[in-house]
């Protein structure tokens, strides 16, 4: 089972749409998440970081899920340049090492 | 302007040439790591550091060597490339968890380059 696991997509969503991402993670002493935004063969940019009681930036919500293991990322009213793929990041505790997930690709059309 | 700065950008080799791709720094970062990103399956980490003179293997270290002579930067070498090693390669980097208050430091990412091996 890989550490870090996302559907990969993809998910094609009108523009004004709200589309939700998951992310499960196995490693129960991880302890930082994060969401990344990557567009097509461009580095990685953060979108969020996840925090334990959720945490809201515009449009983007993430929430985290300690009990079951797995982080989300709402985006409401989405707009044709949220078009990209989606990287979830998990740090862990015991190693400091950062794992991704291999992305979500999200499509947005007019 | 804190920065993550890669080179080359692109770079086309031949087969058993070695390379060297440049990766430095200016956040005093502790942490800093080496990822290959393949259609299909995302990125892939290759080699990790937690310090100056401390380094790591990651998922897929075969082929490849790196140093960590100073702080600021880390750079990558393949000692005799194979074309599998045709890949994107990006550098990171980010506040160890010695350095950070907390967990939440995320990864700063260089530019990117894009390597052929022919």
């Known amino acids: 089972r890989k550490e870090v696991e996302q559907d990969p997509g993809p998910f094609n969503v009108p523009e004004g749409a709200t589309v939700a991402f998951n992310c499960t993670y196995s490693n129960s002493a991880s302890q930082s998440f994060f969401w990344y935004r990557q567009d097509c063969r461009k580095e990685p940019k953060l979108l969020m970081s996840?925090?334990?009681s959720g945490n809201e930036d515009g449009r983007f919500t993430a929430q985290l899920n300690r009990a079951s293991q797995y982080i989300s990322l709402l985006i409401r009213d989405s707009k044709l340049s949220d078009s990209a793929t989606y990287l979830c990041v998990v740090r862990s505790y015991n190693t400091d090492k950062l794992i991704f997930g291999t992305g979500t690709r999200l499509q947005v059309f007019p | 302007e804190a920065q993550v700065t890669q080179n080359p950008r692109y770079l086309i080799t031949v087969t058993g040439k070695k390379l060297t791709v440049t990766c430095s720094q200016n956040?005093?970062?502790?942490?800093m790591s080496w990822y290959r990103q393949d259609p299909g399956l995302g990125l892939r980490q290759i080699y990790y550091s937690m310090n100056v003179e401390v380094t790591d293997k990651g998922d897929v270290p075969e082929g490849y060597k790196v140093s960590r002579k100073e702080k600021r930067n880390f750079p990558l070498i393949l000692e005799s490339p194979s074309p599998n090693q045709t890949s994107l390669y990006f550098c990171?980097?980010?506040?160890?968890?010695?350095?950070?208050?907390?967990?939440?430091?995320?990864?700063?990412f260089g530019n990117g380059t894009r390597l052929t091996v022919t």
């Open positions: 996840v925090y334990s």
């Open positions: 956040m005093n970062h502790e942490y």
């Open positions: 990171a980097s980010s506040l160890s968890v010695s350095q950070a208050s907390s967990y939440n430091s995320p990864l700063h």
